[in-house]
C-alpha cells in the first residue's frame, strides 16, 4: 500500500486564509505541491478511427479543409473536419428537413453536373441548410449502370463548391434511399459547425 506524504500544517485556518475569510483558489493553488505537467494524450480508440480523405485527391493538392470519408466502403458519406458531429449524425439520420429537392431523372452526366453546381450555390446564397439531390439507381441507364451515382462524390468534393458543401450522406428510403443524396450547405452567417 502506497502511503502519501503528510503535508506540514499551514498557519491558515482549515477552511479560511490567515485573515479568517473564505480559502480563494489562488490559497488552495500554493498549498499543492509535487504536480507534474501531462504530455499529450496520443490514444484512439478503436471508435475513433481517423476519416479517410477522398480517394480521387491527389495527395499533394493544396485543399483547405478537404472532405472526410469516415466508411471506406461508402463514397457517398463524407463531411468537412469542422462540421460537427452532431449536425453530421442528424444529417445521416434524415433529421434536417432538405429546404431543396433536386430530381436528375432525365439527365445526362454533363447537364447533371451543371444542374447539381446551379443547385446548391444559389441554394446556399439563399441561406437553404440541405438539398436532397435525386440521382437514380441507374435502372434506366444504358447498361443499367449508375453514372450519376458514381459521379456525385466527385462532383460534391469538387473545389468549385468547397465553400458551400460542408458534408453529404445516403437518403433514407423515404426519400429515396440509395437513389438519393442529403447535401449539407454551408450557411453564410458563419454557423458551419
Not at 500500500?1 to 493553488?29: C, V, W, Y
Not at 493544396?62 to 463524407?78: I, S
Request: hydrophobic fraction near 30%; charged fraction near 30%.
Amino acid at each position: 500500500m502506497t502511503q502519501r506524504r503528510k503535508k506540514p500544517e499551514s498557519p491558515k485556518a482549515e477552511h479560511g486564509n490567515e485573515k479568517g475569510g473564505e480559502t480563494s483558489f489562488a490559497d488552495l493553488i500554493e498549498e499543492i505541491d509535487d504536480i507534474e505537467r501531462l504530455g499529450d494524450d496520443d490514444r484512439k480508440g478503436p471508435y475513433r478511427t481517423a476519416p479517410s480523405p477522398h480517394p480521387g485527391l491527389p495527395s499533394g493538392e493544396p485543399d483547405a479543409e478537404p472532405m472526410q470519408f469516415p466508411k471506406d466502403r461508402e463514397p457517398l458519406l463524407a463531411r468537412r473536419a469542422h462540421l460537427s458531429p452532431h449536425r453530421f449524425h442528424r444529417l445521416c439520420a434524415g433529421r434536417i428537413p432538405p429546404d431543396e429537392t433536386l430530381d436528375l431523372h432525365g439527365y445526362d452526366r454533363n447537364s447533371a453536373r451543371e444542374a447539381l453546381f446551379e443547385t446548391l450555390q444559389s441554394a446556399a446564397t439563399r441561406q437553404a441548410e440541405c438539398v436532397l439531390v435525386i440521382h437514380g439507381k441507374g435502372h434506366r441507364s444504358e447498361g443499367g449502370e449508375s453514372i450519376l451515382k458514381d459521379s456525385m462524390p466527385d462532383w460534391l468534393t469538387d473545389s468549385s463548391l468547397r465553400s458551400c458543401v460542408l458534408g453529404f450522406a445516403p437518403a433514407l428510403p423515404r426519400d429515396g434511399g440509395t437513389g438519393a443524396v442529403y447535401v449539407l450547405l454551408s450557411k453564410k452567417t458563419g454557423e458551419d459547425s
